[in-house]
């Protein structure tokens, strides 16, 4: 670019001399023919120059744009929860969709317009006061002074409402978001007129700010070119002035108001480059922020490495949610041999599901009170921990993928047979005979075309299919009837024996057959011990069991009769 400025001094000067030598009576033939070829030849070899930096510029500020987001999504895919607490899913977005591109746009149309700024301005200049006349040039530019202040107080402006505009970006981002994927229920309480209109307020908003942004975008150009147009005047006036008096030629003057035309641009690009640089470094401080944020849940500085997991041993955890006024779990003492399955029951809301997450990592939890084989388990390297962990969550999470992608998501090299003994275990084999495209069949967004209870048998198969050291069954089960349940109880005791799982319910039977049993209140262990010893103890645990039993008979007589 600096170059095609340097080039492009050339050809005004040339028309300059022309002029002069024609006033002179001294243009020849050879020596005009020599002129126009030279300018046509320059002409093709500044496009070719144009061309290079024009691509590589564009070109390169799309792989800046590829590298951020490839960087922004890589640092979501390393937070944990508290993280996605935080910061909305749609603003997240925004900063992909809307940001990034105007980090890339400052990298491309920014550095564009700096350099055509800085090295147009430079080289004009210079040719001005070596080829023509330095006063005549700092009368021309005396105006200039103002320009760069109007800039600054534009650019501010802008940068202010630029970000404005961006966050209220995000929020209709989140709007649209949770609209979209609860339209469902939505439509079910007849919502959706009123969330039309909440919606409408906030389209408004991002209308509204946009034209802000817009607003002051318009200034710059007129500014611009009204203090551009000053310019001219006196360089006319003042250029006249001095041919007249003999201090300069006409073709001086000539080339002179040309080289001001060509400082148009240069001037045109600062204010444009002002106008970028604020809106690429508002997003470019939104994207930072959020990169800036580390997990919560750190890895070890220097991981033990811990070959397999033979013991799990809670020792007085006691746990509170981040920004939570009560802690869900308290001093919670369970010690659980490799092999041996865990039942975890209580009320709802007692902290069952809390108790699991704490192995998958989630949340930080206080030192020394959760052990792997001994070892502290934030002193063992995240993805270990996981590596032994098949989870099936209490609120199924399948993708829009194909049944057999989503059972073998975490397993992808898992064989047929390995996949359908999975299936099997999950007692999903009649289901799949029944769909037209088996196991190939796509279940939609979050598994919409699937009942509920298949849903959690497709989730408990992507959890066996790994075999894992432990399994964790948080409440999996609950939207199959009695009997599809035990019989997948049955398949996994016997799928598992020699490896731990932890199983969380509300259905009593589904425990009875674990080593040990503990039942949470409010966070706390209330009672443990085998099924016999709380039977045997007269507590919640025996009143609930009795309870469902005899549920459990009265819908068998009610089924026979
Ligand atoms: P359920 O049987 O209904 O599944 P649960 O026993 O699994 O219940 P938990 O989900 O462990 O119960 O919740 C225990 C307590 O922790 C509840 O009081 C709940 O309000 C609180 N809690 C759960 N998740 C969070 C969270 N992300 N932030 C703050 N508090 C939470
Ligand atoms: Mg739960």
Redesign the pocket.
Known sequence: MTIVNVLNVIPPKMIGNVIDSIRLDQLSAPQLTKTVAFLFALGIFLYILNFIWVYSLFGNSFLLEKMLRSRLFGHLTRMA?SFF?RNRTGDLMALATNDVPAISQTAGYGVLTLVSTVSGTTVVLITMVTLIDYKLMLAALLPLPFLAFAISVLGKQMRKRFLAAQAAFGKMNDHALESISGMRVLRSYVQETKDMEAFGGVTQDVMDKNRRVAFVGALFQPVVQTIVGISYAIGIGYGSYLVFHSELTLGQLVSFNIYLGMLIWPMISFGEFINVLQRGSASADRVDAALRQQTDVPEPREPVNVEEPLVIEFDRLTFR????S?D?LCDISVRLNRGETLGVV??????????LKQLLRQYPIPENRLRISGVPIENISQERVKSWIGYVP?EHLLLSKSIRDNIMFGFPEAGDNRLHQAIEAACFTGDIEQMKEGLDTVIGEYGVMLSGGQKQRVGIARAIVTDPEILLL??ALSAVDARTESRILQNIRSERSGKTTII?T?RLSAVSHAHRIIV?EE?RIAEQGTHEQLMELGGWYRRQYDIQQMESNLMNELEKG
């Open positions: 929860p607490h949610y981040p920004g939570a009560a869900s209580g009320r709802t809301g007692s902290g069952k599901s809390t108790l209490q948080d409440d969380a509300h949470l966070g």
